[in-house]
């Protein structure tokens, strides 16, 4: 994620995906497939928000899915839905849905009754569980396609089975969390074609609080390498501070982190996936990244 720093410091770089931080989800689905449940915990930065219930996370999916999601079985409050960081290079949204795992018949009979329920006027009394968190990229000078896609899901509306969006309400002053630079940038554009507003968030503790929800509720999150192999390593909850977390983007930050809302950044270099992605062009003629991430490995 891009942070406004002064002088020859570099952003606080994009990371790919994530929760506001560099995350190893394909790392992990890579060697698991399904990774292990994580013990029991919440994350709540607001204790007038929803709570986020990190009881059983695991990601779900493989290395070829490309982006593998978080499954929260026993997720019930409705949290915000859709969340930004719009970075020079790359727009980074992470969403929520439920129901991802029922089958299509289930689908089905759940959607007659939601129908049922809009034509009587009948209100669901129990909770719901379970849901997942989506990570998806688009690069910035593509922002239309990440606008399309946000409109075609109704993720700024709560998504498809949203009862504002079932019922054909135009709820007013929709407001999602965004970060990085084109929060600023681009928030007039949100507002003409989403008819939502941006409400910016700081972008390091975005970046913080994103590694310790990974570190803290993703098992085989963490791992070494060295000569060419990954040892996945389980952390000590007890003992997770102090770590320095380098975020690699545009540009490289270095951050301490001394526990939760406590850290500086202490070093960064702007040689980072910026160079790389400039060189990258420069040898393969891509125009696009995509194409240049994938030629990496030729």
Excluded at 144 to 164: A, M, T, W, Y
Aim: hydrophobic share 35%.
């Amino acid at each position: 994620m891009a942070a406004n720093n002064s002088g020859s410091e570099p952003p606080i770089p994009e990371d790919d995906e994530g929760l506001g931080g560099v995350t190893h989800e394909e790392e992990a689905a890579e060697a698991k497939g399904k990774a292990p449940a994580a013990s029991t915990t919440t994350m709540n930065r607001s204790g007038s928000r929803p709570q986020l219930d990190l009881s059983g996370a695991a990601i779900h999916g493989t290395l070829e899915d490309r982006n593998p999601t978080i499954l929260l079985p026993n997720q019930s409050d409705d949290i915000s839905h859709l969340a930004l960081d719009i970075g020079g290079s790359l727009i980074k949204l992470v969403y929520f849905s439920r129901h991802a795992d029922q089958p299509t018949e289930d689908k089905r009979k759940l959607s007659t009754k939601r129908r049922l329920e809009i034509f009587t006027g009948a209100r669901r009394s129990y909770p719901v569980l379970g849901g997942r968190l989506h990570f998806v990229k688009f690069e910035t000078g593509k922002l239309n396609e990440c606008l399309d896609f946000i409109s075609s899901k109704q993720l700024h509306r709560g998504g498809v089975d949203s009862p504002s969006w079932r019922s054909g309400a135009q709820p007013d002053n929709i407001v999602i969390k965004a970060t990085g630079g084109g929060a600023f940038k681009y928030a007039d554009l949100f507002k003409e074609r989403l008819g939502v507003s941006l409400e910016k968030e700081d972008e390091m503790d975005c970046l913080v609080a994103g590694a310790n929800f990974l570190l803290k509720a993703i098992r085989h999150e963490a791992f070494t390498h060295m000569d060419g192999q990954k040892e996945y390593v389980q952390i000590d909850q007890n003992d997770l501070f102090p770590y320095l977390l380098v975020n690699v983007g545009s540009g490289v930050s270095i951050i301490k982190v001394d526990g939760h809302g406590k850290f500086q950044r202490v070093s960064g270099t702007n040689v980072g996936g910026g160079t790389y992605w400039g060189l990258g062009r420069l040898m393969t003629e891509c125009k696009r990244a995509e194409p240049t991430w994938r030629q990496q490995h030729h």
